[in-house]
């Protein structure tokens, strides 16, 4: 069962040409060309990304974002911690191609401890990337605190 969402706001692009091709968003905001990267047998041509980097992009935005309330919300100020995200792309057991997502949360201002339990409450209860991944993704964070 999906659970329903109370729409706030809506972000629209449009990839023409797949992974070897353009994206953009409606609004002009984001405009790229992909190609396939040459790990993956493509030419990986220079000034190009990827569907993943724009996820990875997206993902560490939005858990950053997500760190930042639950940090708010306990009075702690998460607001400067980097996250990075690393979307990797493989082959499936299965067949066809699946992701795996690390994320790395390091913010020397906040004890170890304590930025885990904001990452965890941030990837269990807030962060929509982490809800839209969860049983199907395989996503793994690590902190570094100090």
């Given amino acids: ?35 396939v ?21 997206g993902y560490a935005a939005c858990f950053g974002g997500a760190l930042d309330f639950v940090g708010r919300q306990r009075k702690v100020n998460a607001a400067g911690a980097a996250v990075t995200c690393a979307a990797t792309i493989g082959p499936r057991e299965k067949g066809g191609f699946g992701l795996a997502v690390r994320l790395s949360v390091v913010d020397p201002t906040i004890p170890t401890a304590t930025l885990k339990s904001l990452a965890d409450e941030a990837h ?23």
């Fill in 37 to 57: 990267p040459k790990e993956m047998g493509g030419p990986g041509k220079p000034g190009t990304t990827t569907p993943e980097h724009l996820f990875a992009a």
């Fill in 1 to 35: 069962m999906v659970d329903a969402i109370k729409p706030v706001f809506t972000a629209v692009a449009t990839a023409t040409g797949g992974r070897n091709g353009h994206t953009s968003a409606a609004d002009g905001t984001v405009s790229a060309d992909l190609s």
């Fill in 124 to 146: 269990e209860k807030i962060c929509p990337y982490s809800h839209a991944t969860r049983g199907n993704v395989d996503v793994q964070i690590t902190v570094e605190g100090g």
